[in-house]
């Protein structure tokens, strides 16, 4: 069983930057991807962005230019967000799938608790 420990989640005032940590603890898969999904009050979820273990990224639109997914070790992501937008404020979830992404995903195996991001204007 993978388990992921998400951090990193805090309140910002517009513009300013938080950066978001998840490790894949048990995870044991040369080919994976792990991402990032963010879900407001009464919003659906939505995929925000993926790193697969090739190196391929995806990012949503909504966050290209300002957010930055990178890895730190084999089962650690992290998520730089930088340029913040109260439109950002969410609950993010961090995901792990035991295979590659290969872009857009949602099909993913094993899931964070979640992170609180909250921007204000």
């Known amino acids: 069983q993978v388990q992921l420990v998400e951090s990193g989640g805090g309140s910002v005032q517009a513009g300013g930057s938080l950066t978001l940590s998840c490790t894949a603890f048990g995870a044991t898969y040369s080919y994976h991807c792990t991402g990032w999904f963010r879900q407001a009050p009464g919003r659906e979820r939505e995929a925000v962005a993926n790193l697969d273990s090739d190196g391929r990224i995806y990012y949503t639109d909504s966050v290209k230019g300002r957010f930055t997914i990178s890895n730190d070790g084999m089962y650690t992501i992290n998520l730089q967000m930088n340029s913040l937008k109260p439109e950002d404020s969410a609950m993010y979830y961090c995901?792990?799938?035991?295979?590659?992404?290969?872009?857009?995903?949602?099909?993913?195996?094993?899931w964070g608790r979640g992170t609180q991001v909250t921007v204000s204007s």
């Open positions: 995901a792990f799938r035991r295979f590659r992404c290969g872009g857009y995903q949602t099909d993913f195996d094993d």
